[in-house]
């Protein structure tokens, strides 16, 4: 191909894989005057059957019933002459095939400035987010589950007076849950690590028992069972085990 050869634009925008539909800026009625393969085939229509069209009746399938709020995002972009994005929408392709009966497509509607500034047509694109959709509804759905887990494990252990930590050995801190606070009486702005935990167990043995147990555990992850006395931080006494 030399450069004096004619670029048929037409037949680019007709095999783009992006699906695509250009329209008039003659609101409301957004008349169709050209679209894609890959758009007629999302639609389950033909070329013949939308160009001429108002947008909304050349495509009647499912989101375009809410068409007060696709008409407001296409109006959007003439009356601001900007690119606008449409969220993401559920459509119904059945007639795709059984393993495509739903799709999440995002629209972008994106004016086409004439010469003499003027919104001269709206390029309306879809993108298919239908994964990235499911994976966000799962973190939903896993982050909505690990709320109820931790809920439980706090009503769990405010029922049976059980308590929970970790150790930040790098940072030389200590994570305790809402029941250990609890029974260690502390105030809700007190930052437990390895030194202020320590004088809560009584000065002789039972610290010094408590500090050679917890070294064994981090020299040689040995597990420990503990029970000693303390005093929580209003003063009282009490007897835990870890």
Known sequence: MNLTETISFQQIFTLLPTPAVLLLPDFPDFTVIEVNAAYLKIAGTTRQQVLGKRFFEAFPRNPYLQEGVLLESLK??????????????????????????????????????????????????????????????????????????????????????????????????????????RIYEVDEDFVPDMQNTQLFFHEGPDREEMIRVFTRAIVSGEFFDLEVPITSAKGNRKWIRI
Request: without cysteine; proline residues 1%.
């Open 76 to 181: 959007q972009a003439l009356d601001e002459g900007k690119e606008v994005r449409s969220s993401a929408r559920e459509y119904a392709l059945d007639h795709l095939g059984t393993q495509h009966k739903r799709a999440y497509l995002a629209a972008v509607n994106v004016p086409v400035i004439g010469a003499a500034g003027e919104v001269s047509y709206i390029l309306r694109t879809l993108r298919d987010v239908t994964e990235l959709t499911k994976i966000r509804e799962n973190e939903m759905r896993i982050g909505e589950s690990l709320v109820k887990s931790e809920k439980l494990l706090r009503e769990t252990q405010r029922f049976a007076q059980v308590g929970s930590w970790e150790v930040d050995l790098v940072h030389d801190r200590a994570i305790w849950s809402e029941e250990l606070r």
